[in-house]
Protein backbone atom coordinates (compact mmCIF):
# COMPACT_ATOMS: atom_id res chain seq x y z
CA UNK A 1 0.00 0.00 0.00
CA UNK A 2 1.64 3.03 -0.98
CA UNK A 3 1.01 5.97 2.03
CA UNK A 4 0.91 9.24 0.50
CA UNK A 5 1.31 11.04 3.49
CA UNK A 6 4.61 9.58 3.99
CA UNK A 7 6.30 10.89 1.13
CA UNK A 8 10.09 12.27 1.38
CA UNK A 9 9.85 15.91 0.98
CA UNK A 10 13.46 16.98 1.39
CA UNK A 11 15.42 18.35 -1.61
CA UNK A 12 18.67 15.77 -1.57
CA UNK A 13 20.56 15.96 -4.87
CA UNK A 14 19.99 13.95 -8.03
CA UNK A 15 21.45 10.20 -6.96
CA UNK A 16 24.68 11.30 -5.83
CA UNK A 17 26.50 8.14 -6.42
CA UNK A 18 25.82 8.41 -10.06
CA UNK A 19 26.42 11.67 -10.60
CA UNK A 20 29.37 11.82 -8.80
CA UNK A 21 32.06 13.27 -11.35
CA UNK A 22 35.76 14.15 -11.02
CA UNK A 23 37.13 17.33 -10.14
CA UNK A 24 38.62 18.98 -12.74
CA UNK A 25 35.73 18.93 -15.51
CA UNK A 26 34.42 21.03 -17.58
CA UNK A 27 30.65 21.99 -16.90
CA UNK A 28 29.32 20.73 -20.27
CA UNK A 29 30.19 17.26 -19.16
CA UNK A 30 29.18 17.74 -15.72
CA UNK A 31 25.75 18.35 -17.32
CA UNK A 32 26.11 15.51 -19.62
CA UNK A 33 27.05 13.03 -16.70
CA UNK A 34 23.89 14.63 -14.50
CA UNK A 35 21.58 14.00 -17.88
CA UNK A 36 22.76 10.74 -18.15
CA UNK A 37 22.13 9.99 -14.39
CA UNK A 38 18.58 11.09 -14.49
CA UNK A 39 18.11 9.19 -17.49
CA UNK A 40 18.93 5.70 -15.70
CA UNK A 41 17.19 6.58 -12.98
CA UNK A 42 14.24 6.88 -15.19
CA UNK A 43 14.72 4.00 -16.74
CA UNK A 44 15.15 1.72 -13.27
CA UNK A 45 11.99 3.86 -12.18
CA UNK A 46 9.99 2.52 -15.10
CA UNK A 47 11.07 -0.96 -15.54
CA UNK A 48 10.10 -1.15 -11.70
CA UNK A 49 6.85 0.24 -12.30
CA UNK A 50 6.64 -1.99 -15.32
CA UNK A 51 7.17 -4.81 -13.09
CA UNK A 52 4.54 -3.62 -9.93
CA UNK A 53 1.93 -3.88 -12.85
CA UNK A 54 1.99 -7.32 -13.53
CA UNK A 55 2.86 -8.11 -10.28
CA UNK A 56 -1.03 -6.91 -9.93
CA UNK A 57 -2.41 -5.78 -13.09
CA UNK A 58 -6.00 -5.44 -10.87
CA UNK A 59 -4.80 -2.73 -8.37
CA UNK A 60 -6.46 0.29 -10.05
CA UNK A 61 -9.41 -1.21 -10.90
CA UNK A 62 -10.12 -2.18 -7.31
CA UNK A 63 -9.55 0.82 -5.99
CA UNK A 64 -11.68 2.49 -8.25
CA UNK A 65 -14.41 0.46 -8.01
CA UNK A 66 -17.46 1.76 -6.65
CA UNK A 67 -18.23 -2.06 -5.44
CA UNK A 68 -17.54 -3.00 -1.85
CA UNK A 69 -16.06 -6.02 -1.44
CA UNK A 70 -17.68 -8.27 1.47
CA UNK A 71 -15.04 -7.55 3.34
CA UNK A 72 -14.88 -4.30 3.13
CA UNK A 73 -18.86 -4.33 3.66
CA UNK A 74 -18.64 -6.12 6.97
CA UNK A 75 -15.68 -3.32 7.88
CA UNK A 76 -17.81 -0.51 7.18
CA UNK A 77 -21.41 -1.09 7.19
CA UNK A 78 -21.82 -1.28 10.67
CA UNK A 79 -25.25 0.10 11.59
CA UNK A 80 -25.35 4.22 10.26
CA UNK A 81 -28.97 4.55 9.79
CA UNK A 82 -29.06 7.21 7.58
CA UNK A 83 -25.70 6.21 4.98
CA UNK A 84 -27.95 3.74 3.22
CA UNK A 85 -26.17 4.71 -0.65
CA UNK A 86 -29.29 6.48 -3.03
CA UNK A 87 -27.48 5.86 -6.59
CA UNK A 88 -30.01 3.31 -6.91
CA UNK A 89 -32.76 5.38 -5.91
CA UNK A 90 -31.42 8.04 -7.75
CA UNK A 91 -30.73 6.61 -11.35
CA UNK A 92 -34.70 5.19 -10.96
CA UNK A 93 -35.98 8.78 -10.65
CA UNK A 94 -36.13 11.23 -14.27
CA UNK A 95 -34.69 14.29 -12.59
CA UNK A 96 -30.86 13.30 -11.97
CA UNK A 97 -28.93 16.58 -10.74
CA UNK A 98 -26.09 17.95 -12.99
CA UNK A 99 -23.53 16.93 -10.84
CA UNK A 100 -24.45 13.67 -10.69
CA UNK A 101 -24.37 12.90 -14.09
CA UNK A 102 -21.31 14.85 -14.43
CA UNK A 103 -19.56 12.05 -11.96
CA UNK A 104 -21.10 9.20 -13.65
CA UNK A 105 -19.85 9.91 -17.16
CA UNK A 106 -16.27 10.19 -15.38
CA UNK A 107 -17.32 6.45 -13.73
CA UNK A 108 -18.27 5.29 -17.01
CA UNK A 109 -15.42 6.56 -18.98
CA UNK A 110 -13.11 5.56 -16.27
CA UNK A 111 -14.97 1.95 -16.28
CA UNK A 112 -14.67 1.68 -20.21
CA UNK A 113 -11.30 3.12 -20.33
CA UNK A 114 -8.29 1.27 -21.81
CA UNK A 115 -5.42 1.96 -19.16
CA UNK A 116 -3.63 4.14 -20.51
CA UNK A 117 0.10 2.22 -20.53
CA UNK A 118 2.47 4.55 -18.65
CA UNK A 119 5.46 6.06 -21.61
CA UNK A 120 8.90 6.69 -20.88
CA UNK A 121 7.91 10.41 -22.89
CA UNK A 122 8.89 13.92 -21.46
CA UNK A 123 6.64 14.02 -18.56
CA UNK A 124 7.88 10.90 -17.20
CA UNK A 125 11.35 11.91 -17.51
CA UNK A 126 10.49 15.25 -15.35
CA UNK A 127 8.74 13.47 -12.80
CA UNK A 128 11.71 11.31 -12.47
CA UNK A 129 14.11 14.62 -12.35
CA UNK A 130 11.79 15.62 -9.57
CA UNK A 131 11.84 12.27 -7.68
CA UNK A 132 15.36 11.63 -7.88
CA UNK A 133 15.57 15.58 -6.95
CA UNK A 134 14.34 14.53 -3.73
CA UNK A 135 16.03 11.60 -2.66
CA UNK A 136 13.89 9.23 -3.70
CA UNK A 137 15.18 5.58 -4.90
CA UNK A 138 13.77 4.44 -8.14
CA UNK A 139 12.19 1.14 -7.01
CA UNK A 140 10.90 2.85 -3.97
CA UNK A 141 8.25 4.82 -6.40
CA UNK A 142 4.50 4.32 -7.33
CA UNK A 143 3.13 4.80 -10.46
CA UNK A 144 0.40 6.44 -8.79
CA UNK A 145 3.26 9.36 -8.41
CA UNK A 146 4.46 9.03 -12.12
CA UNK A 147 0.69 9.95 -12.85
CA UNK A 148 -0.02 13.13 -10.51
CA UNK A 149 2.91 14.89 -11.14
CA UNK A 150 1.95 14.60 -14.88
CA UNK A 151 -1.58 16.14 -14.10
CA UNK A 152 -0.10 18.05 -12.03
CA UNK A 153 2.61 19.75 -14.56
CA UNK A 154 -0.11 19.32 -17.67
CA UNK A 155 -2.58 21.11 -15.30
CA UNK A 156 0.24 24.40 -15.02
CA UNK A 157 1.45 23.92 -18.30
CA UNK A 158 -0.26 27.20 -19.83
CA UNK A 159 1.39 29.59 -17.27
CA UNK A 160 4.80 27.47 -17.16
CA UNK A 161 5.10 27.81 -21.23
CA UNK A 162 4.26 31.55 -20.54
CA UNK A 163 6.72 31.97 -17.84
CA UNK A 164 9.55 30.28 -19.38
CA UNK A 165 9.19 32.12 -22.38
CA UNK A 166 9.46 35.28 -21.03
CA UNK A 167 12.11 34.25 -18.40
CA UNK A 168 13.98 33.24 -21.25
CA UNK A 169 13.87 36.28 -23.22
CA UNK A 170 14.51 38.48 -20.62
CA UNK A 171 17.44 36.18 -18.39
CA UNK A 172 18.84 34.96 -22.08
CA UNK A 173 20.24 38.27 -22.51
CA UNK A 174 22.83 38.27 -20.16
CA UNK A 175 23.33 38.94 -16.41
CA UNK A 176 19.99 39.69 -14.82
CA UNK A 177 19.73 43.40 -14.76
CA UNK A 178 17.07 45.97 -13.30
CA UNK A 179 14.80 46.05 -16.65
CA UNK A 180 15.33 42.47 -16.24
CA UNK A 181 13.76 42.45 -12.73
CA UNK A 182 11.23 44.72 -13.84
CA UNK A 183 10.06 42.13 -16.18
CA UNK A 184 9.75 39.58 -13.73
CA UNK A 185 7.60 41.46 -11.78
CA UNK A 186 5.01 42.02 -14.51
CA UNK A 187 5.48 38.58 -15.15
CA UNK A 188 4.55 37.18 -11.72
CA UNK A 189 1.55 39.94 -11.51
CA UNK A 190 -0.13 37.84 -14.78
CA UNK A 191 0.45 34.57 -13.16
CA UNK A 192 -2.18 35.70 -9.73
CA UNK A 193 0.96 35.61 -7.25
CA UNK A 194 -0.44 38.80 -6.34
CA UNK A 195 1.02 42.44 -5.46
CA UNK A 196 1.87 41.16 -1.79
CA UNK A 197 4.13 38.03 -2.73
CA UNK A 198 5.17 39.61 -6.20
CA UNK A 199 6.73 42.31 -3.78
CA UNK A 200 8.59 39.69 -1.76
CA UNK A 201 9.89 38.17 -4.31
CA UNK A 202 11.12 40.89 -6.61
CA UNK A 203 13.11 42.41 -3.91
CA UNK A 204 14.75 39.25 -2.50
CA UNK A 205 15.93 38.99 -5.89
CA UNK A 206 17.18 42.33 -6.14
CA UNK A 207 18.90 42.05 -2.94
CA UNK A 208 20.49 39.00 -4.59
CA UNK A 209 21.63 41.25 -7.48
CA UNK A 210 22.98 44.29 -5.54
CA UNK A 211 25.61 41.54 -4.28
CA UNK A 212 26.24 39.71 -8.08
CA UNK A 213 25.31 39.41 -11.02
CA UNK A 214 23.47 36.52 -12.13
CA UNK A 215 24.09 33.96 -15.38
CA UNK A 216 20.56 33.36 -16.68
CA UNK A 217 20.88 29.48 -15.27
CA UNK A 218 21.36 30.68 -11.72
CA UNK A 219 19.02 33.21 -12.14
CA UNK A 220 16.32 31.25 -12.96
CA UNK A 221 17.31 29.01 -9.77
CA UNK A 222 17.63 31.61 -7.40
CA UNK A 223 13.89 32.35 -8.42
CA UNK A 224 12.32 29.05 -7.72
CA UNK A 225 14.31 28.81 -4.57
CA UNK A 226 12.53 32.05 -3.13
CA UNK A 227 9.13 30.41 -4.89
CA UNK A 228 9.65 27.73 -2.32
CA UNK A 229 10.25 29.26 0.66
CA UNK A 230 7.28 31.67 0.01
CA UNK A 231 5.64 28.73 0.15
CA UNK A 232 7.26 27.02 3.00
CA UNK A 233 7.05 30.82 5.33
CA UNK A 234 3.81 29.49 6.68
CA UNK A 235 5.20 26.27 7.98
CA UNK A 236 7.66 27.78 9.90
CA UNK A 237 5.37 28.82 12.91
CA UNK A 238 4.45 24.92 12.87
CA UNK A 239 6.14 22.52 15.38
CA UNK A 240 5.31 19.56 13.29
CA UNK A 241 5.36 20.18 9.12
CA UNK A 242 4.27 17.34 7.42
CA UNK A 243 0.49 16.76 7.00
CA UNK A 244 -0.84 13.11 7.89
CA UNK A 245 -3.36 11.84 10.34
CA UNK A 246 -2.12 11.76 13.76
CA UNK A 247 -1.63 8.16 15.06
CA UNK A 248 -3.53 6.90 18.11
CA UNK A 249 -5.91 9.72 17.85
CA UNK A 250 -8.94 10.86 16.34
CA UNK A 251 -7.91 13.55 13.53
CA UNK A 252 -10.80 15.46 12.38
CA UNK A 253 -10.56 17.84 9.35
CA UNK A 254 -13.55 20.40 8.75
CA UNK A 255 -13.70 21.54 4.93
CA UNK A 256 -15.31 25.20 4.82
CA UNK A 257 -15.28 27.62 1.76
CA UNK A 258 -17.70 29.53 -0.81
CA UNK A 259 -19.77 27.01 -2.41
CA UNK A 260 -18.92 25.78 -5.66
CA UNK A 261 -15.36 25.84 -4.07
CA UNK A 262 -14.74 22.14 -4.54
CA UNK A 263 -15.27 20.89 -0.60
CA UNK A 264 -18.22 17.46 -1.20
CA UNK A 265 -15.59 17.09 -3.87
CA UNK A 266 -12.51 17.53 -1.89
CA UNK A 267 -14.17 15.20 0.74
CA UNK A 268 -14.33 12.48 -1.30
CA UNK A 269 -10.93 12.32 -2.61
CA UNK A 270 -9.69 13.11 0.57
CA UNK A 271 -11.73 9.80 2.03
CA UNK A 272 -10.49 7.99 -1.18
CA UNK A 273 -6.90 9.18 -0.54
CA UNK A 274 -6.82 8.46 3.52
CA UNK A 275 -8.51 4.71 2.61
CA UNK A 276 -6.16 3.71 -0.08
CA UNK A 277 -3.58 4.94 2.63
CA UNK A 278 -4.28 2.94 5.62
CA UNK A 279 -6.60 5.13 7.61
CA UNK A 280 -10.04 4.57 8.55
CA UNK A 281 -12.44 7.45 7.32
CA UNK A 282 -15.69 8.57 8.46
CA UNK A 283 -17.68 11.61 7.02
CA UNK A 284 -20.11 13.58 8.15
CA UNK A 285 -22.56 15.57 5.58
CA UNK A 286 -23.37 18.43 7.99
CA UNK A 287 -24.37 20.58 4.63
CA UNK A 288 -28.02 20.53 5.48
CA UNK A 289 -28.98 23.53 4.00
CA UNK A 290 -29.60 21.45 0.35
CA UNK A 291 -31.09 18.19 0.15
CA UNK A 292 -28.70 17.49 -2.76
CA UNK A 293 -25.87 18.03 -1.11
CA UNK A 294 -26.09 15.19 1.53
CA UNK A 295 -27.25 12.95 -1.54
CA UNK A 296 -24.03 14.19 -3.33
CA UNK A 297 -22.04 13.76 -0.15
CA UNK A 298 -23.28 9.70 0.01
CA UNK A 299 -22.36 9.34 -3.30
CA UNK A 300 -18.49 9.85 -2.96
CA UNK A 301 -19.32 7.63 0.45
CA UNK A 302 -20.31 5.12 -2.00
CA UNK A 303 -17.62 5.40 -4.13
CA UNK A 304 -14.83 5.46 -1.62
CA UNK A 305 -16.47 3.15 1.11
CA UNK A 306 -16.54 5.13 3.67
CA UNK A 307 -19.10 5.67 5.75
CA UNK A 308 -21.06 8.79 5.91
CA UNK A 309 -23.24 10.09 8.80
CA UNK A 310 -26.13 12.96 7.90
CA UNK A 311 -29.54 13.35 9.36
CA UNK A 312 -32.33 13.12 6.47
CA UNK A 313 -34.89 15.55 7.93
CA UNK A 314 -35.84 19.11 6.59
CA UNK A 315 -33.87 21.79 8.32
CA UNK A 316 -31.72 19.56 10.40
CA UNK A 317 -28.92 21.73 12.37
CA UNK A 318 -25.77 20.68 10.83
CA UNK A 319 -23.58 20.48 14.59
CA UNK A 320 -25.30 18.04 15.16
CA UNK A 321 -24.75 15.66 12.62
CA UNK A 322 -21.12 17.15 13.32
CA UNK A 323 -21.86 15.51 17.09
CA UNK A 324 -22.96 12.25 15.39
CA UNK A 325 -19.91 12.00 13.03
CA UNK A 326 -17.92 12.28 15.96
CA UNK A 327 -19.37 9.65 18.41
CA UNK A 328 -19.42 7.74 14.85
CA UNK A 329 -15.66 7.96 14.32
CA UNK A 330 -14.89 7.60 18.51
CA UNK A 331 -17.32 4.00 18.09
CA UNK A 332 -15.56 3.03 14.98
CA UNK A 333 -12.32 3.46 16.22
CA UNK A 334 -11.51 5.71 12.79
CA UNK A 335 -8.28 7.53 11.85
CA UNK A 336 -9.92 10.25 10.03
CA UNK A 337 -13.60 12.59 10.21
CA UNK A 338 -13.69 14.33 7.03
CA UNK A 339 -16.88 17.03 8.04
CA UNK A 340 -18.63 18.64 4.42
CA UNK A 341 -20.02 22.04 5.32
CA UNK A 342 -22.43 24.74 3.49
CA UNK A 343 -21.20 27.42 1.34
CA UNK A 344 -24.22 29.00 0.71
CA UNK A 345 -26.78 29.60 3.54
CA UNK A 346 -30.12 32.96 3.15
CA UNK A 347 -26.90 35.07 3.78
CA UNK A 348 -23.35 35.04 4.73
CA UNK A 349 -23.69 36.38 8.50
CA UNK A 350 -26.08 32.82 8.83
CA UNK A 351 -23.39 31.00 7.32
CA UNK A 352 -20.49 32.39 9.43
CA UNK A 353 -22.54 31.89 12.81
CA UNK A 354 -23.40 28.08 11.55
CA UNK A 355 -19.83 27.67 11.45
CA UNK A 356 -18.83 29.42 13.81
CA UNK A 357 -21.54 26.63 16.05
CA UNK A 358 -19.63 24.15 14.13
CA UNK A 359 -16.72 24.42 14.98
CA UNK A 360 -17.55 25.10 19.25
CA UNK A 361 -19.15 21.59 18.33
CA UNK A 362 -15.70 19.99 17.72
CA UNK A 363 -13.68 21.76 20.22
CA UNK A 364 -16.22 20.87 23.27
CA UNK A 365 -17.11 17.72 22.38
CA UNK A 366 -13.61 16.03 20.67
CA UNK A 367 -11.27 17.51 23.34
CA UNK A 368 -8.37 14.81 22.41
CA UNK A 369 -8.72 15.20 19.09
CA UNK A 370 -6.56 17.01 16.52
CA UNK A 371 -8.42 19.55 14.19
CA UNK A 372 -7.73 21.02 11.29
CA UNK A 373 -9.74 23.40 9.75
CA UNK A 374 -8.88 23.57 5.87
CA UNK A 375 -10.24 26.49 3.99
CA UNK A 376 -11.19 25.16 0.21
CA UNK A 377 -10.44 27.97 -2.66
CA UNK A 378 -10.81 27.44 -6.30
CA UNK A 379 -8.00 28.41 -7.87
CA UNK A 380 -9.41 30.17 -11.28
CA UNK A 381 -10.66 32.74 -8.74
CA UNK A 382 -7.36 34.02 -8.66
CA UNK A 383 -6.77 37.00 -5.84
CA UNK A 384 -10.79 36.87 -5.72
CA UNK A 385 -10.78 34.06 -4.02
CA UNK A 386 -8.65 35.18 -1.58
CA UNK A 387 -11.11 37.86 0.28
CA UNK A 388 -13.29 35.43 2.02
CA UNK A 389 -10.62 34.16 3.60
CA UNK A 390 -11.07 36.58 6.70
CA UNK A 391 -14.22 35.76 7.56
CA UNK A 392 -13.54 31.87 7.49
CA UNK A 393 -10.52 32.28 9.85
CA UNK A 394 -12.72 34.32 12.02
CA UNK A 395 -15.75 32.05 12.05
CA UNK A 396 -14.08 28.28 11.92
CA UNK A 397 -10.09 28.99 13.04
CA UNK A 398 -8.44 28.05 9.55
CA UNK A 399 -5.11 26.33 9.52
CA UNK A 400 -4.63 24.85 6.03
CA UNK A 401 -5.69 25.56 2.94
CA UNK A 402 -6.91 22.88 -0.10
CA UNK A 403 -6.52 24.93 -3.37
CA UNK A 404 -8.95 22.65 -6.31
CA UNK A 405 -9.12 23.19 -9.89
CA UNK A 406 -5.34 23.08 -10.35
CA UNK A 407 -5.96 21.89 -14.15
CA UNK A 408 -8.60 24.40 -15.42
CA UNK A 409 -7.93 27.62 -16.44
CA UNK A 410 -5.98 28.54 -12.59
CA UNK A 411 -2.91 30.55 -13.20
CA UNK A 412 -1.54 28.49 -10.57
CA UNK A 413 0.27 31.89 -9.12
CA UNK A 414 -2.38 32.31 -6.47
CA UNK A 415 -0.18 29.36 -5.00
CA UNK A 416 1.84 31.90 -3.47
CA UNK A 417 -0.48 34.71 -2.92
CA UNK A 418 -2.27 32.23 -0.52
CA UNK A 419 1.04 31.15 1.44
CA UNK A 420 2.28 35.23 1.51
CA UNK A 421 -1.40 36.60 2.52
CA UNK A 422 -3.28 34.18 4.43
CA UNK A 423 0.39 32.94 5.75
CA UNK A 424 -1.61 29.17 5.86
CA UNK A 425 -0.05 26.39 4.65
CA UNK A 426 -1.25 24.62 1.45
CA UNK A 427 -2.00 21.02 2.37
CA UNK A 428 -3.54 20.18 -0.88
CA UNK A 429 -4.33 20.45 -4.26
CA UNK A 430 -6.96 19.18 -6.89
CA UNK A 431 -6.35 19.34 -10.23
CA UNK A 432 -9.47 17.16 -11.56
CA UNK A 433 -12.59 15.93 -10.88
CA UNK A 434 -11.78 12.30 -10.59
CA UNK A 435 -11.39 10.58 -7.42
CA UNK A 436 -7.54 10.21 -7.95
CA UNK A 437 -7.08 14.18 -8.74
CA UNK A 438 -5.68 15.13 -5.51
CA UNK A 439 -2.92 15.18 -3.80
CA UNK A 440 -0.80 16.31 -0.39
CA UNK A 441 1.00 19.57 -1.48
CA UNK A 442 4.66 19.80 -2.12
CA UNK A 443 6.26 23.15 -2.85
CA UNK A 444 9.06 21.88 -4.38
CA UNK A 445 7.12 19.94 -6.73
CA UNK A 446 4.57 22.67 -7.34
CA UNK A 447 7.50 25.02 -8.68
CA UNK A 448 9.31 22.75 -10.08
CA UNK A 449 5.86 22.03 -12.36
CA UNK A 450 5.39 25.86 -12.86
CA UNK A 451 9.00 26.67 -13.75
CA UNK A 452 11.07 23.94 -15.34
CA UNK A 453 11.24 23.65 -18.89
N1 LIG B 1 -11.84 20.77 -12.97
C1 LIG B 1 -12.02 20.60 -11.68
N2 LIG B 1 -13.24 20.64 -11.16
C2 LIG B 1 -13.38 20.47 -9.83
C3 LIG B 1 -12.27 20.26 -8.97
N3 LIG B 1 -12.75 20.14 -7.71
C4 LIG B 1 -14.09 20.26 -7.80
N4 LIG B 1 -14.49 20.47 -9.07
C5 LIG B 1 -15.84 20.67 -9.60
O1 LIG B 1 -16.40 21.86 -9.05
C6 LIG B 1 -17.81 21.73 -8.93
C7 LIG B 1 -18.24 22.10 -7.51
O2 LIG B 1 -17.70 21.15 -6.63
P1 LIG B 1 -18.38 20.80 -5.22
O3 LIG B 1 -17.48 19.81 -4.56
O4 LIG B 1 -19.80 20.42 -5.39
O5 LIG B 1 -18.28 22.21 -4.51
P2 LIG B 1 -18.77 22.61 -3.04
O6 LIG B 1 -17.75 23.54 -2.48
O7 LIG B 1 -19.09 21.41 -2.24
O8 LIG B 1 -20.09 23.44 -3.39
P3 LIG B 1 -21.37 23.74 -2.41
O9 LIG B 1 -21.76 22.44 -1.80
O10 LIG B 1 -22.38 24.31 -3.34
O11 LIG B 1 -20.93 24.73 -1.41
C8 LIG B 1 -18.14 20.29 -9.31
O12 LIG B 1 -18.60 20.25 -10.65
C9 LIG B 1 -16.79 19.56 -9.18
O13 LIG B 1 -16.70 18.45 -10.03
C10 LIG B 1 -10.96 20.24 -9.55
O14 LIG B 1 -9.91 20.08 -8.90
N5 LIG B 1 -10.90 20.40 -10.90
MG1 LIG C 1 -20.81 20.78 -1.31
Known amino acids: MF ?221 KEILQSVLDEPLKKLTKTEFEPEEGKLNIWLLTGVNGAGKTTTIGKLAHLAQTSGYKCVIAAADTFRAAAVEQVKVWGERTNTPVISNQGQNTDPAAVVFDGINAAIAREANLLLIDTAGRLQNKKNLMEELAKIRRIIDKKAVNAHIESLLVLDATLGQNGLKQAQVFSEAAGLTGVVLTKLDGTAKGGVALAVSQQLNLPIRFIGAGEGIEDLRPFSSYEFVEALLSA
Open 3 to 223: NWFRRKKENNPVTPEVVETPSIVEEEKIEEVTDTASLEWAKAAFANIQKQKQVSPTLEVITESATATPEDDTKTQTPVTESEMVTQEISDTENIPAWLQKSDRLDILKETAIEPEQELDEDFLWSAQVLANQGRLPDDVSEDEFIWLKKLRQGLGKTRRNLINQLKSVVGQGPLNQEAVMEIEAMLLSADVGIQATDHIINTLQNKLKEEALPPEEAIAYL
